[in-house]
């Protein structure tokens, strides 16, 4: 009960963060986005069964506040954890090179997977380049965040949610 009120009380503080303090005192293509962190976090190391629907109601909370589309976000996080989660038996999941390394990818993999349902379900002609032009800065703002969470000592960051 007290792992569950501790992430519980994590999402909320990540959601208050990214749809309150970071877009007013950020510019657009460089405020991160923590939900990725999250989902990225939970693909590598999550070993409950519920690692997925976290990551998908992470997606759908991310669309919820701030999302084009309800469900856009959903599905690509839930992609997203999928692929991590079936690649950590391989990884030396515990390195925290690799989780920021994963950061970044999992940013890249998640606007053109956003950009890719877009063009197959929507009508929305200018919106791709405004995904492509904020991939790369969106990634590393990411990584460099990820990398500032990841280096905290163990004690501070959780260890499964």
């Keep these: 009960m007290i792992k569950f009120v501790k992430a519980l009380s994590i999402v909320i503080a990540v959601l208050l963060l990214q749809t309150t303090i970071f877009p007013y005192y950020l510019l657009d293509p460089f405020h991160p986005n923590l939900l990725v962190i999250m989902v990225a976090y939970l693909g590598l190391r999550s070993k409950s069964p519920f690692g ?14 701030s999302g084009i589309y309800f469900g856009l976000n959903g599905f690509s996080y839930l992609c997203i954890f999928h692929a991590l989660h079936k690649t950590a038996d391989r990884l030396y999941t515990d390195s925290r090179y690799l989780m920021v390394l994963t950061v970044f990818f999992a940013t890249i993999a998640t606007g053109l997977f956003n950009m890719l349902l877009l063009f197959l379900f929507s009508a929305a002609n200018g919106i791709y380049a405004t995904l492509l032009s904020s991939l790369i800065p969106q990634a590393l703002v990411n990584a460099l965040i990820a990398s500032l969470i990841f280096m905290m000592p163990a004690s501070v960051v959780a260890e499964e949610p």
């Design 52 to 65: 997925a629907l976290a990551a998908f109601s992470l997606g759908l909370l991310h669309d919820c506040f």
